[in-house]
């Protein structure tokens, strides 16, 4: 990843988390607002709800005892009690309630049989001792309990009023109906929707009102927590699928005539406009957010390359000074820490280039050195044999002219021996020097080591150390080199095997084709390993330095050529050696076709 | 002295009121008796199916005419057929035919009679013997032919090609709108004489509250009253004539046991409808839903017909009805039983909520509801309930022909019919009542009271024992 596009990740994650940072309060702040209203509405439904309760009750409990304090009841209960048949009073009830608009009324006898029941006639005789079993309460307000009617189990608002009598008392139980008309009369707020969860002692519970079509299974966990606890609880309701909103729902336990509760008042307050505010947020937060990340893109986009223009410069000059150019300079432009760094990094090139100068001037004396040392080495040599026979020439004249010619013959032939030799080494010296350039074709070098190993195949075999070959050839495709050159490279390889190998050994000629050096059609690869003393590490590190050698006769100029000729191909050479393991080389050339780049 | 002026002025008047009363209670012609009744009729003709027949059968006496009557104690009386005479078997009646006619003026024939009666009862061989004899030939003995003939499904009607309906009887109708109105007006020529009032007038589908208002604010003789309306009208000193408790409230399980009917419901398990039987506390129907105008029924005819009602069981046994319903379910909820009954009746929509109350007292679940049509066999064919609680008005004061017609209402097996009319004691026709009952598809609740409201200007009007209407000498006071 450039650096330009790291400066550009970093500047739009920045923009994008203080942005989001920024949406996410707001959202938190209306959230909590928005709970806040929920809650207060909600309240203020309850208590509406409460009043309505009450309101109902009192209304309920007002016309049950205008019934139980009339003339007509009081007369009524007393002939009853004074033993007037029940059966004749079946349908009493009727009349007092539709007079106080009484959905039930019962007017029950002392030890609980129904005498006369209004909105269940056929229950006549059937006792009911809920409120006349012992400690059960006689509550003055009205109360919620379920009532029995022919259709099911009715959840009701009832009152029960004693009838006094001479004797035991009678009773009036009247009340009306809890359905959604009462919830229909709250009127509640938009969003607010009110239901009773109706739990009869016998039969299925039922839901009226707004939530009836609400799986049950979404409600029951907070309806029963509120029954066992008596108390009211919220909880966020998925409030069914058709509608796939969410709801806060309030449960308040209302209380019946005992212990058990016998309804519960469910207001659900639809988190629609919450969500659909949330959501507008949340889509302007990711509004300024996309904005920003884009202006933040823009930005960083400009500001990066601003910054990584120069730096690229650098790095660019940098590369062209490893690729050898020294004359590369970088424009500073600016005076800031980026434009110290370009007059910093063009003072190290100036640095660089004075001390290659030096380094290349201090390397040709050295160089110089060495030929002279090597040549005074060389002609050293030679000169001494040739300076002896002249000496002894010059000696010889003291003797007879027999002795004489027989030492001039014998010191005109050293002599001429010498020269040749002189005349050999200046010629070595001078072909090093006259190294031609390669005439480059398609070789195969296969076939052109197969030449040289059949060439020298005869000399191994007849040598007093036996040298076996082996050839492990890849079936190379043609390289890009000069026949002649090459064929030089290879001989001059065995022969200093050979030289390596006094005791005899065993040459391996190896070839393949290697795709992983980056060039397009790969390279070819020629080894060559002998199986002699082997080089030590410092050895093999001069190995190709002009002039060095190990050998007690050698010129120190056979392996120079060979990486000469190497690098004139485009190619490269390396050695491994271990001590008394044997040496191998290694040698890469470019395929035909490559385009070859001299080093 | 003071004290014999003041005797003199009292006596004075009493005998001025007594002569005062005198003429207000002699016989009068002329006036319209308007009569208000309970339920809806569609059709006049007495063998024509209706919803209703007992309503039906009120109106239809007065313009058809059977070939004999029942009075109030039961005896036969001549009618249509001024005399009869059966073979020694019983099998054979020739009946001989007074010299009437029908209201067009043409003379009742035998002919006539003969098409009558085959209209009636298919089943039987008719022989216009001469002009004035009629033989009727039955399959089996049938000791009351006289009485079976004035059940009103006998009367003589002449049918005109254009359909409409001749009688002989007291009053001709004038006007029929069906379910809605009737005018009967006085048949002058009436073999019986001319009756008194000039017309009878029928209101029907009267409801209980707008007979009541009608009967404070309205002209009527008379309307037919429901149970819970008569103590209101008991305790305000009106007048209020009550039949013995004589209609059959009964439920009639539709299906058979052996119905195979595709499309229908399974036949309820006859434990279960044993068990139902068993849960219905009667005496709380007859007392408190009926208002005592009813009694207990554990018999197809009341107790006070036959004698023998007591000998059936019908107990009221909470305990016995859990365990059979828990055998017909075998340990699962025994399935509802949906139970019909007529809509436009409130007394049946009470007795049927009682029904279901006890029932469900006992583990058992009964649906009722209510039904337009409930009464008729087409209805009942067509009725996807399980069972209907039906009100059948008891035909005859002769238990056997009684039975046979409670038979022929619900659809029981014709040897019940037949056993009943070849009944010489009664312990044959407990015998038929008991096979009739035996598999609880038939459950008989109460005999129900038919009562009916009278003004006082409408005179003689007499109510048999099983709430037939005997009009012939009613006569009305100040109704013009």
Known sequence: ?599 | MKHSRSRLLAISCLLLAAAGGHSSSRPHYGGTARVLLQYRVNSIDPAAEEDHPATRDRMARLTFETLTQVDPQGRVHPRLASSWRPDPAKRVWQLRLRLASFHDGTTVTAADVVASLKNAEPGWRYTATDRQTVTIETPSPITQMPELLAVEKFAVVKRLPDGTLLGTGPYRLSQWHPGEHALFTANEDYWGGRSYPDSIEFQMGAGLREQLLQRQLGPYAAAELTPDGIRTLDQSGQEVLLSRPADLLVILFLQPDNAGVAGRKKPIDPRLRQALSSAMDRDAISNAMLQKKGSPASGLLPQWLTGYEFLLDSAFDRARARKLAADAGLGVPSPPISLAYDFSDPVAKLVAERIAFDASQAGITVRPYGESHVNSKSAQASMNADAVLLRLPLASLEPSVALAALAGDLGLAPETASSALQAVRPEDLLQAERKALENFRVLPVAHVSQALWLNANAHNWQQLPNGLWDLDQLWVEGVR
């Open chain 1, 1 to 599: 990843m450039s650096l330009k596009t790291k400066l550009l990740l970093l500047v739009a994650l920045s923009v994008a988390a203080s942005v989001g940072a920024v949406a996410w309060l707001i959202e938190a702040r209306t959230h909590e607002t928005f709970r806040q209203i929920e809650q207060e509405r909600t309240t203020a439904l309850v208590n509406q709800f409460r009043r309505e309760f009450e309101h109902e009750g009192d209304e309920i409990t007002r016309g049950v005892d205008t019934i139980a304090n009339s003339d007509s009841m009081l007369r009524l209960a007393i002939d009853l009690s004074n033993g007037s048949d029940y059966a004749s009073h079946v349908n009493e009830a009727i009349g007092y309630a539709s007079a106080q608009r009484l959905d039930f009324l019962d007017l029950i006898a002392p030890d609980g049989a129904t005498i006369s029941s209004a909105h269940w006639p056929a229950r006549f005789g059937y006792k009911q001792r809920w409120f006349l079993e012992p400690g059960a309460p006689r509550p003055q307000p009205a109360f919620l309990r379920h009532v029995e009617t022919p259709q099911g189990s009715v959840l009701a608002l009832l009152c029960l009023r004693p009838v006094h009598t001479h004797g035991p008392d009678f009773y009036l139980i009247g009340g009306r109906r809890l359905d959604t008309t009462v919830l229909g009369s709250l009127f509640p707020a938009e969003g607010l929707r009110v239901s009773i969860y109706s739990a009869p002692e016998q039969g299925p519970a039922e839901i009226l009102g707004a939530a009836s079509g609400v799986p049950s299974e979404n409600l029951m966990p907070l309806i029963q927590k509120v029954m066992d606890q008596h108390g009211e609880a919220s909880a966020s309701i998925e409030w069914g699928p058709e509608l796939q909103q969410e709801q806060i729902v309030h449960a308040i336990a209302l209380p019946g005539y005992s212990d058990r509760v016998p309804a519960v008042l469910l207001v659900a307050n639809s988190l629609e406009r919450e969500t659909a505010l949330e959501k507008s947020v949340a889509k302007v937060s990711l509004l300024i957010a996309g904005v920003g990340v884009l202006l933040g893109i823009i930005g960083g986009g400009f500001v990066a390359a601003r910054l990584s223009r120069p730096i690229k410069k650098l790095a660019r000059a940098a590369a062209e000074i490893g690729q050898g150019n020294w004359d590369v300079r970088v424009e500073p432009g600016s005076q800031d820490e980026i434009g110290k760094l370009a007059s910093a990094f063009n003072q190290m090139t100036q640095e660089l280039i004075t001390q290659r100068e030096r380094l290349v001037q201090s390397e040709r004396v050295a160089a110089w050195r060495e030929l002279a040392r090597r040549l005074a080495h060389e002609l050293k040599n030679p000169l001494f044999p040739l300076q002896i026979t002249v000496e002894n020439l010059l000696r010889a004249r003291e003797n007879t002219p027999e002795q004489f010619d027989e030492v001039f013959r014998e010191s005109t032939a050293t002599l001429l021996e010498e020269v040749a030799n002189l005349k050999t080494i200046i010629g070595r010296f001078s072909d090093f020097s006259r190294m031609p350039a390669p005439q480059l074709q398609a070789v195969d070098l296969d076939e052109l080591i197969r030449g040289v190993v059949q060439l020298v195949q005869g000399q191994l075999a007849r040598g007093p150390a036996r040298i076996e070959t082996e050839l492990q050839l890849g079936d190379l495709p043609a390289v890009s080199g000069d026949p002649v050159l090459l064929r030089r490279v290879v001989e001059n390889l065995v022969l200093n095997a050979i030289d390596a190998m006094p005791q005899g050994g065993k040459l391996t000629f190896r070839t393949e084709l290697d795709h992983a050096n980056g060039l397009k059609h790969g390279s070819a690869v020629f080894e060559l390993a002998d199986t002699g003393q082997g080089l030590t590490p410092e050895e093999c590190g001069r190995l190709f330095t002009p002039y060095y050698t190990t050998k007690q006769h050698g010129t120190g100029l056979g392996l120079a050529i060979v990486q000469s000729v190497v690098s004139d191909h485009g190619g490269q050479i390396s050695v491994t050696s271990a001590k008394n393991q044997g040496t191998t080389f290694h040698i890469e050339l470019p395929l035909w076709g490559e385009q070859v780049v001299s080093i």
